[in-house]
């Protein structure tokens, strides 16, 4: 057996692996998930002190949606304190100022404090904020939700078990119906919320905090050593860190939180991008950790495999690029790995369980899976590029996902000043989506049937990304020129 037929059956046994942990997590959540009433989330008759802390940069457009939205907490106003993180440099810092004099006039205790330095970015704006905290309890939510105003009587009630250090809700969705890329970017986070989180909380596995929508115990944090900025995901970093510590992180699926989806492929790449990279510097951070604490051998394999999940990217790449030679020396690799990959029906159970849950029809359910499918696989090149700079050791900044307030079809949001350039990762996507086409014809040519679903899902998944890409592109050129037509207009 040659060297690249090996590495290819490894790419494939580590793919086979991750597919097992999603089908395995499917099968816990479809446990519960379908009972008839869902157990619900008691409602506190206690209101210890929170604080509620906002990280907010350069959000003109969504800024005021969540400050009006956390001010509306039925919550006692002595015993809640509101602070407004702000880095930003633009005119959502006055934004954010004329907030906070209207809410204050309703005896609502809620602060801004701004930075001139990002040191941390969102772990430095949370540290700092935490030293003027006087809650019991903290409640963190990035610009783009609106937490309902029960949040906290819903949340709250779960610390009552004295090893709970971190409580978090599910995320809703706030425009998944504005576009097809945003209709699979909800599906993607149901798959999560809906089937993965309930499955590891039901199992008592490691689970993470998902950065946003949740409630720390502020003695936990102290604990596990507060929030850090030497990954990009410094809320998977604190949350397995605390769990280190012998705390517990609860998740509530049925309290939900709707936040805004990107509706800019370049955006959404830019948020995996990040979480991509800040899942893997993490492994990096805390693996040998979690393979030396005293935690159960089961609860630390499915560790291991859930800190590492974005591996999967590089792998699929990996099995794309060694297919063209597999394929032209008639390798028998092939045939073995055609086995492993039975259990790549993890992920697509995944999704269609929680589509199912939700009352989707089957020919929906059909439709928003392929999206879904080839959007991931279209991503493989973005977040590959992710993987490996963790790997490395490459250092970047924390990139924030722009938001628009975009929760209607018809919103324009192409001319606003947040909206990202074109991803230069475009072109490897438009080069990989040609090699994929190609070898879909040569596999049919040549006999090997058994890879044309697979070759057919590379094949669309990069040539729709990359036309997302594109066609985003020339339609913000088209709506900048007519914009400054405009201009000109009324300057005439």
């Not at 998740?251 to 936040?259: E, F, K, N, S, T």
């Not at 028998?332 to 790995?337: K, M, T």
């Not at 040549?446 to 990304?465: C, D, K, Q, V």
Request: net charge positive; hydrophobic share 45%; aromatic share 10%.
């Amino acid at each position: 057996m040659t060297v690249l037929q090996l590495i290819y059956i490894i790419g494939a046994s580590l793919l086979a692996i991750y597919g097992l942990q999603a089908l395995l997590l499917t099968l816990i959540a479809r446990r519960t998930l379908f009972d008839a009433e869902p157990p619900s989330s008691p409602e506190t008759r206690d209101y210890p002190s929170v604080t509620v802390q906002l990280p907010v940069f350069n959000e003109r457009h969504v800024v005021r949606r969540l400050i009006d939205a956390v001010a509306a907490f039925d919550w006692p106003a002595d015993r809640l304190q509101i602070q407004i993180l702000d880095d930003s440099t633009d005119d959502t810092s006055q934004i954010i100022a004329n907030c906070i004099a209207f809410h204050r006039r309703s005896g609502i205790d809620i602060s801004q404090h701004h930075r001139t330095v990002r040191k941390g970015y969102k772990a430095g704006a949370l540290r700092e904020g935490l030293a003027h905290a006087r809650g019991e309890f903290i409640a963190i939510f990035d610009a783009d939700f609106v937490p309902p105003p029960d949040f906290l009587q819903r949340t709250i009630s779960p610390f009552e078990d004295p090893e709970v250090g971190c409580v978090q809700a599910r995320w809703g969705h706030l425009n998944a119906n504005v576009s097809r890329l945003t209709l699979a970017q909800s599906l993607g986070i149901d798959g999560h919320f809906v089937v993965e989180q309930r499955a590891r909380n039901e199992l008592g596995a490691l689970l993470n905090f998902n950065g946003t929508a949740g409630l720390w115990r502020r003695s936990c944090m102290d604990e596990a050593g507060g929030w850090q900025e030497d990954t990009l995901t410094e809320d998977l970093d604190l949350s397995y860190r605390a769990q280190l510590c012998g705390w517990r992180v609860a998740y509530l699926p049925d309290v939900i939180v709707p936040a805004e989806i990107p509706v800019s492929v370049d955006a959404f790449k830019r948020q995996q991008f990040r979480w991509a990279k800040g899942s893997m510097q993490t492994a990096k951070k805390l693996s040998i950790s979690v393979l030396g604490s005293g935690q159960p051998l089961w609860r630390k394999v499915l560790g291991i495999a859930h800190l590492t999940g974005y591996a999967v990217h590089p792998l699929m790449l990996l099995n794309l690029l060694f297919l063209l030679p597999m394929m032209s020396s008639f390798s028998p690799a092939l045939r073995i790995a055609s086995l492993f990959s039975l259990t790549a029906i993890g992920p697509p159970l995944m999704y269609w369980t929680a589509m199912q849950s939700q009352g989707v029809s089957v020919r929906q359910r059909i439709r928003r899976l392929f999206v879904l499918l080839g959007l991931g696989t279209g991503l493989s090149v973005n977040n590959s590029r992710a993987v490996f700079e963790a790997l490395l050791g490459v250092r970047s900044a924390f990139k924030r996902t722009p938001k628009f307030a975009v929760t209607r079809a018809n919103k324009d949001w192409h001319t606003s000043a947040y909206v990202l350039p074109s991803d230069p990762t475009v072109w490897a996507e438009l080069v990989l989506a040609a090699y994929a086409n190609a070898l879909l014809i040569y596999s049919l040519l040549n006999g090997f049937w058994w890879l044309f679903p697979w070759l057919s899902l590379y094949a669309g998944g990069y040539t729709y990304i990359s036309y997302l890409s594109i066609r985003q592109a020339w339609e913000r050129r088209g709506a900048l020129r007519h914009e400054l037509a405009a201009v000109r207009e009324a300057g005439d």
